[in-house]
């Protein structure tokens, strides 16, 4: 696991870890310069009958952070997972089994159930990802069939071998997020075979509030754009919010047009965000509170702005900086581990 200032979560992950019906073998921790613990609080579930290892992340985004954590394992098959998530009791069984049932699998993943115990999560999940709401009620084997053919592991929930992790050249270093994908993608290029696992759950812990949604996405947003991922759907949202600029400009001279950006916003809402919180609901066999609802429009408005604001920034960083392209594609290509905005300063744990 890579870990940054993770203080608050290491508790709830650990005890997870620790309550799996197959344990771990060893924990590694690759910490990327925490200032508040965080390497202290890991080290204190040791003695439990599990080794821990805490290791230097020098560079700490969390590609170079599960590189350096894979370095230091002592096993041949490298389970990960991100702290601020618990792990199913029986998620590293599950992961286990699918290179035991399969000695030609190389890349295992399985999928996430969103934890929500807030009013601003609950939301986070209607808006972002209400399928996932129904994963414990769909059977494994719907599960393994609708899962995409061209699935890639993501981050929170992921295992390896290490053989095609030395053969892809690990994760790419100089990815602060999307090394997941960025890995998968890799990993085929090398020959690797992929492959999910329906009853490998992560919890995964939703924006517990506005701006740590603010911030979350806006930097997955940013980071997608610098990678080049999930173009179509930011083309589609800055379509619909330029359409949207462009009729209320019309309406300041047409003002008959209000009624229509009236009625077409209860139905952007309604389509977007009222209807997928009746789904959660059902799923969840508790229904949305006005309240909610209220909250959950909040989040689909907070959720487009910084999805648009990441992007932008992200496609200015690759006009100021076009080597992100070039970088790219040496990895994906090759291999090869460059970093597009310098070389490492080990003075101050950042990259320049």
């Known amino acids: 696991m890579p870990a940054l200032n993770e203080a608050a979560s290491v508790d709830e992950t650990m005890a997870s870890i620790f309550s799996q019906t197959r344990?771990?073998?060893?924990?590694?921790?690759?910490?990327?310069?925490?200032r508040d613990g965080t390497p202290e609080l890991v080290l204190k579930h040791a003695g439990k009958g599990i080794a821990i290892k805490v290791v230097s992340n020098p560079g700490v985004y969390s590609g170079a952070g599960r590189n350096a954590a894979t370095r230091?394992?002592?096993?041949?098959?490298?389970?990960?997972?991100?702290?601020?998530?618990?792990?199913?009791?029986?998620?590293?069984?599950?992961?286990?089994?699918?290179?035991?049932?399969?000695?030609?699998?190389?890349?295992?993943?399985?999928?996430a159930y969103p934890i929500m115990e807030s009013a601003v999560e609950r939301a986070c999940a209607a808006v972002i990802c209400p399928d996932l709401t129904r994963i414990p009620h769909i059977p494994l084997d719907e599960l393994m069939r609708i899962a995409p053919k061209d699935f890639i592991p993501a981050g929170f929930n992921l295992a390896y071998r290490r053989s095609v992790w030395e053969r892809a050249n690990g994760f790419w270093d100089a990815a602060g997020a999307c090394e997941d994908p960025l890995f998968g993608y890799r990993v085929r290029q090398v020959g690797g075979k992929i492959a999910p696992v329906g009853d490998a759950i992560v919890n995964y812990h939703m924006?517990?509030?506005l701006g740590e949604m603010w911030r979350r996405y806006g930097?997955?947003?940013?980071?997608?754009?610098?990678?080049?991922?999930?173009?179509?759907?930011?083309?589609?949202?800055?379509?619909?919010?330029?359409?949207?600029?462009?009729?209320?400009?019309?309406?300041?001279?047409?003002p008959a047009l209000w009624a229509l950006i009236a009625l077409l916003l209860l139905v952007y809402i309604?389509?977007?965000?009222?209807?997928?919180?009746?789904?959660?609901?059902?799923d969840t066999g508790k229904p949305f509170?006005?309240?909610?609802?209220?909250?959950?429009?909040?989040?689909?408005?907070?959720?487009?702005?910084?999805?648009?604001?990441?992007?932008?920034?992200?496609?200015?960083?690759?006009?100021?900086?076009?080597?992100?392209?070039?970088?790219?594609?040496a990895y994906l290509e090759r291999g090869e581990q460059i970093d597009p905005l310098g070389r490492f300063a080990a003075a101050t744990g950042q990259y320049t």
């Not at 702290?83 to 049932?101: G, M």
């Not at 759907?233 to 019309?250: H, M, Q, S, T």
């Not at 309604?270 to 059902?282: E, F, Q």
């Not at 910084?306 to 920034?313: D, E, F, H, I, R």
């Open 23 to 34: 344990p771990p073998d060893e924990v590694v921790v690759a910490d990327g310069g925490s």
């Open 72 to 111: 230091a394992a002592s096993h041949d098959i490298i389970i990960g997972m991100d702290f601020s998530n618990k792990a199913d009791p029986r998620y590293i069984e599950a992961l286990v089994r699918a290179f035991e049932a399969d000695p030609l699998v190389d890349y295992v993943g399985g999928p």
């Open 207 to 209: 924006a517990r509030s």
């Open 219 to 254: 930097r997955y947003a940013r980071w997608n754009a610098r990678m080049g991922l999930n173009r179509r759907p930011f083309a589609k949202l800055l379509c619909l919010y330029i359409a949207g600029l462009v009729l209320i400009a019309a309406a300041v001279v047409v």
């Open 270 to 282: 309604y389509l977007t965000t009222w209807r997928k919180a009746n789904d959660v609901g059902r």
């Open 289 to 329: 509170t006005p309240k909610e609802r209220a909250t959950a429009v909040v989040v689909r408005v907070i959720y487009d702005l910084s999805t648009l604001y990441g992007n932008l920034m992200g496609y200015i960083d690759l006009l100021k900086t076009p080597q992100w392209r070039r970088c790219k594609r």
